[in-house]
């Protein structure tokens, strides 16, 4: 009896510090909660429908015409991570969603109130609340406020404390620091050398009580590894042991134990892939008293900014708000005033502002703060001179923008800062604006006279199919013959045929009141050959006038190539990359980029448009640009762009790595499954065809993933060049919307977005529907964004089915999607283990806002139809 007693003291033991509970680190708390509204339509659509776990009930207001809320009690504080809403019907909900932990101060943790279209809305958040309130103000179409399931995720064991952390480990490598395993973007990663063991070690700063640990993985293999820890980096516990491998890439437990120290070791993978970490998590408390209360945090950390200069990309804005003193952002030079604006993303709680200066100087500075970026409240004044190097300002209030702007620097330091902490509490959001959105629609509007004035009257329109980004290519003056008018007559105006540049602004004014963004097509490689400016430098090249116009372009009495084409007003032949082109034949001169004239203008060029308030600025194809190279692109293109905080591309450019880790442009075109002109292709379209997925996830790993681990996005279309039926063109774009682009709706032949629009006009109303609801879906419901993890998973036969889980940035919001690739029904067998998906739960159907089938096990099996497919949210394990 003893020895049975012992054994069984020994089982418990031996089990405590390892177990498993499912669901601990991330609950839908909105279940055990009270739930109130502003009303009900009776005791069919009662407001408790929102927290039963049940997708067919519905709660419904009275009135359509008033302002409604519900108001979730969770009866104590948590620590949220996910808020997920499901509508009654699709439509353009206008929506915010609040936290409190005394049900009179309020928190902005989802703002839709610009108005977002769809019917199934997940949002990840942070911060701790007890008070959760939901306020509807209305929908495009007057519907009457409503919800299907209000879905409130949180834990109350605590958050991750690993986030920009102290480490050691031994192998750096550029692009993979360490750093990237603990900045809460999962798409990023630490990769170490190819040899085994590595290990990497977080110092938590004091002692913590942890409460679970998650180590992610870039790839799917078997693994083997273990997490420790200590409390004086001596002596070591385990806390998670796979050290005889397990298969799956996302891996978790939860625990229990005080550690000043956590350690990472990897021992294998069998598939000899080198080790690395997406995101290694410690979930915990670091106060004293273990509870979850309000938690005060660096609410600027690796949020969006922008500035007035910086001095290369390594100094960026961005480096003031990575946690990391060791880099910093630097002005360009030593001129004055500087600045740099964050943007919270979200109205925050702020009670301290913190600034870390590059150098011991006396400083003439101040900070502001505000909602709008119009009303700014001077939170600091030390314009008359502040002596060192470090500075903190005790305040109090709710903003979502803060600027500092250094007037000066007694020794002529250059502006900068090592840090600038914004200290509160708050839902701050971490993911740059095309690092959430998509949707695209393309314009070519002087092509098809499509004007400012009528595009500003279709807004609502265009928002309701779940467009989110409008492009506009090319507006400013020129003849719209050749690719659409991108070669200009006048860089700085709105071609009179589509309006002024005050209708343009309207534009810019009304996309930004329906939280739709506006990108500008540009072009500072060529204009076309009747500019005024070209035939000035026509005229003083001829004259031999040295003017700064004549040096914008290249010309010579020599013929080089087939590229040089003879000028008769300037007696001279001057160079035309495109002059061969269809349709070209030499009207479009280059700019010569040899010249620090042209360099000078286009500088200013980029600022003009940028500074017009637009949300990204794309070139074309500034790999031909004339006399163009590594130094001028950075110098003279990056730099003026990336310092405004919008998104950038090169098109026509598909090196990621020189394009997006050297320069730091932050978008690329999706060349992986698609391609145009000479080299139209769809790898989809084929691979549906074919009926196998195979070779799609290899081209995506090398290319859009690349593209995230740089901190980038891909933008892909549909190639409407191939002949495609609705079903086949429907399946493209279901791939296409769920794989992680921005998703862009054009005709790729340069100007002919028009014909897509054709296409589809002819298309019955259910196919059109079938389009916009994928198009609405992957903006509505954050796990499908443009940006975040990408993993395949394995199913039954990869060779003729794909599925793959899909995250957020930050991961906090997760999607798994199935595609059949067959002519028939199949039953679909996906393989949850290790996947970070919970294994009991009941995903939504995110196309209808109906339940799916539940998952139950680590296999998940469901019927899917002759190339259908299956996109669902689902919760994560922890």
């Not at 071609?495 to 540009?522: N, Y």
């Not at 035939?535 to 290249?554: L, P």
């Not at 681990?709 to 002949?723: C, H, R, S, Y």
Request: aromatic letters at 14%; a negative charge; proline letters at 3%.
């Amino acid at each position: 009896m003893r020895s049975f007693l012992f054994f069984i003291l020994v089982i418990l033991v031996s089990m405590k510090p390892f177990a498993v509970f499912p669901g601990e680190q991330n609950q839908n708390l909105s279940l055990s909660g009270m739930v109130t509204a502003s009303s009900n339509a009776g005791k069919q659509y009662h407001e408790k429908n929102v927290a039963d776990n049940n997708m067919e009930t519905l709660w419904k207001a009275k009135k359509s015409n008033a302002e409604q809320w519900l108001l979730i009690d969770l009866k104590s504080n948590y620590a949220l991570n996910k808020i997920s809403q499901t509508f009654g019907n699709t439509a353009v909900w206008k929506f915010k969603i609040e936290g409190s932990v005394d049900k009179q101060n309020w928190t902005m943790l989802v703002d839709k109130t610009k108005g977002a279209s769809g019917i199934s809305f997940a949002e990840s958040v942070s911060g701790v609340y007890r008070y959760v309130r939901l306020t509807i103000s209305g929908s495009g179409n007057n519907d009457i406020a409503s919800s299907a399931e209000f879905a409130i995720y949180g834990t109350d064991k605590g958050t991750n404390i690993a986030l920009g952390k102290y480490f050691n480990t031994h192998v750096r490598q550029e692009g993979f620091e360490p750093e990237k395993a603990l900045d809460g973007d999962i798409a990023t990663y630490w990769r170490a050398s190819n040899t085994y063991p590595q290990t990497l070690t977080l110092d938590l700063r004091r002692m913590c009580m942890i409460t679970g640990v998650r180590q992610v993985f870039k790839q799917h293999d078997i693994w083997k590894f273990k997490i420790e820890g200590s409390k004086d980096n001596q002596q070591w516990d385990s806390l998670l042991d796979n050290s005889q491998g397990d298969r799956g890439f996302d891996f978790s437990t939860s625990v229990s134990g005080d550690y000043h120290f956590i350690r990472l070791t990897i021992l294998e993978s069998s598939s000899g892939y080198i080790a690395n970490s997406c995101e290694f998590c410690v979930y915990g408390f670091e106060s004293d008293n273990n509870e979850v209360k309000p938690l005060r945090k660096n609410l600027a950390y690796n949020t969006a900014a922008s500035t007035s200069s910086f001095d290369r990309n390594d100094y960026s804005q961005y480096k003031a708000l990575d946690g990391n003193e060791h880099t910093f952002w630097r002005a360009d030079d030593t001129s004055m005033p500087q600045w740099l604006l964050v943007d919270l993303g979200n109205s925050c709680q702020i009670d301290e502002i913190s600034q870390v200066f590059t150098n011991e100087d006396t400083w003439k500075f101040k900070i502001e703060a505000s909602n709008d970026k119009d009303n700014w409240t001077e939170i600091a004044d030390e314009t008359a001179g502040y002596t060192g190097s470090r500075y903190s300002k005790a305040m109090n209030g709710y903003y979502r923008y803060v600027k500092i702007t250094i007037t000066d620097a007694e020794n002529k330091n250059r502006a900068g800062s090592k840090e600038l902490a914004i200290y509160g509490t708050g839902s701050p959001k971490t993911a740059k604006w095309w690092e959430d959105k998509s949707g695209m629609s393309r314009y070519y509007p002087k092509f098809y006279k499509q004007t400012f004035p009528s595009i500003i009257d279709s807004l609502d329109i265009i928002q309701a199919q779940g467009y989110n980004i409008l492009e506009f290519s090319a507006p400013y003056e020129g003849d719209p013959e050749v690719w659409g008018g991108l070669g200009a007559t006048n860089n700085y105006a709105i071609d009179p045929s589509i309006g002024t540049m005050e209708d343009f602004e309207r534009l810019l004014r009304e996309a930004h009141a329906r939280d739709m963004k506006v990108i500008f097509f540009g072009n500072v490689g060529y204009c076309w050959h009747e500019a005024p400016f070209f035939q000035k430098a026509c005229d003083d090249e001829r004259n031999k006038v040295n003017s700064k116009e004549r040096k914008w372009f290249h010309f010579s009495q020599t013929k080089h190539s087939d590229s040089w084409f003879w000028s008769e007003r300037a007696q001279a032949y001057y160079y035309s990359f495109w002059g061969n082109s269809d349709g070209a034949e030499g009207r479009i001169p280059n700019y010569n980029f040899n010249n620090q004239e042209w360099r000078d203008e286009c500088v200013n060029y980029l600022n003009f448009w940028s500074n017009k308030g637009v949300d990204g600025l794309l070139l074309d194809a500034p790999g031909a640009y004339d006399g163009i190279n590594d130094a001028i692109i950075e110098e003279n293109i990056v730099k003026v762009l990336n310092r405004h905080g919008i998104v950038t591309n090169a098109e026509g450019s598909g090196d990621v790595y020189h394009w997006m880790h050297r320069f730091g442009f932050n978008s690329i075109q999706g060349f992986d499954v698609y391609g145009w002109g000479g080299g139209k292709r769809s790898d989809i379209l084929a691979g549906r065809k074919t009926n196998t997925p195979q070779g799609l996830d290899k081209k995506l790993k090398e290319y859009r993933d690349m593209a995230n681990a740089f901190n980038g996005v891909t933008i892909t279309p549909p190639m409407w060049e191939i002949p495609a039926t609705e079903d086949e063109r429907i399946f493209e774009v279901a791939y296409l919307t769920t794989l992680g682009t921005i998703f862009v709706n054009h005709y790729g032949d340069h100007h002919r977005d028009y014909i897509a629009q054709f296409i589809m006009s002819k298309w019955p109303l259910e196919k059109q529907k079938e389009f916009y609801d994928l198009v609405r879906t992957q903006n509505s419901y954050i796990g499908l964004a443009p940006y975040g993890q990408r993993m395949c998973l394995p199913t039954n036969d990869d060779e003729k089915y794909t599925a793959f889980k899909r995250t957020n940035k930050d991961g906090k919001v997760s999607a798994l999607v199935i595609f059949n690739f067959q002519d028939a029904e199949s039953t679909i067998s996906v393989d949850l283990r290790n996947s970070g998906i919970d294994h009991s739960h009941t995903p939504i159907d995110l196309l209808t806002g109906k339940a799916a089938k539940p998952i139950t096990s680590d296999k998940y099996a469901v019927s899917v139809p002759a190339y259908g497919y299956l996109i669902l949210g689902v919760e994560n394990e922890m």
